[in-house]
């Protein structure tokens, strides 16, 4: 996935979820904010970030903010950053790309966004191996998280309490019930992530879900990302530790 008319900048504050002011070639701008997650531990007064420039002059800001230098350490002089993409649109974008590319399932014969199911609404429907005059051999729903949250190098899934997600896994549990494939599937939005774990301390309902739908045979699947400023791909699985 790849954006278009990069432009680094240093962040100062955060009026509000939506939007940023960042200091850009000296002049001070209000921009839009890419993720309406807290992300306090990434926008931190003085730290890079990344804009890509909108081709919409109608817009009311010209930027979107799309990624963000973390420092990693202690050291003020010279430590090492740790790029993070917070564009929360970007998970569902590189998740049907690396599923169209063959990486999800082999056969993979339809992959469609946002479908309904019941009362359900998935972000992806698939099915794969179709055989002539019978029905998919394959079916099934994936659900895609975007994960921006690091400690340490591990990983973690919710950055604030998601009823949400909590619903999902839930609807999850219940396709799989009803004899579909099932997945959630956690894009880590860096690289370099050296695990994932459901995030307890801030939504221990999350994490007591996402125990429930592994149990009842929904796949929990993380992946890595390599990330520049001006572009961001999945690459590899990630290790998980669900307790």
């Known amino acids: 996935m790849r ?66 230098e ?34 999800f399932v082999p056969g993979l014969s339809l992959l469609r966004p946002e479908t309904a199911w019941g009362r359900s609404r998935f972000d992806f429907y698939w099915e794969a191996g179709e055989r002539a005059g019978a029905e998919p051999v394959r079916k ?16 973690y899934f919710p950055d604030a309490p998601t009823e949400r997600g909590v619903k999902h896994l839930e609807e999850l549990i219940r396709a799989r019930e009803e004899g579909y494939e099932a997945a959630v599937f956690f894009v880590i939005q ?26 009842a045979g929904v796949d929990v699947l993380a992946y890595g990302c390599d990330v520049a400023p001006g572009e961001v791909y999945i690459t590899k699985k990630v290790p998980i530790k669900l307790g």
């Open 190 to 215: 860096m690289a370099g992530a050296q695990g994932f774990s459901p995030n307890d301390r801030t939504h221990p309902a999350f994490g007591e879900a996402l125990r429930r739908a592994d149990a």
């Open 70 to 103: 973390k420092i990693v350490g202690h050291d003020d002089l010279g430590a090492p950053a740790r790029l993070i993409n917070m564009d929360s649109q970007a998970p569902n974008k590189l998740f049907g790309e690396w599923a169209k590319a063959g990486h």
């Open 3 to 68: 954006y278009q008319n990069i432009h680094k900048a240093t962040f100062l504050a955060r009026p509000n979820r939506f939007i940023a002011r960042v200091l850009l070639e000296g002049e001070e701008l209000t921009v839009h904010v890419k993720n309406t997650g807290r992300c306090r531990e990434l926008l931190v007064p003085g730290c890079t970030v990344y804009l890509e420039k909108s081709n919409n002059p109608a817009r009311k800001t010209a930027f979107d903010l799309v990624a963000v």
């Open 140 to 155: 099934g729903f994936v659900e895609v998280k975007g994960c921006t949250l690091e400690e340490d190098g591990w990983t």
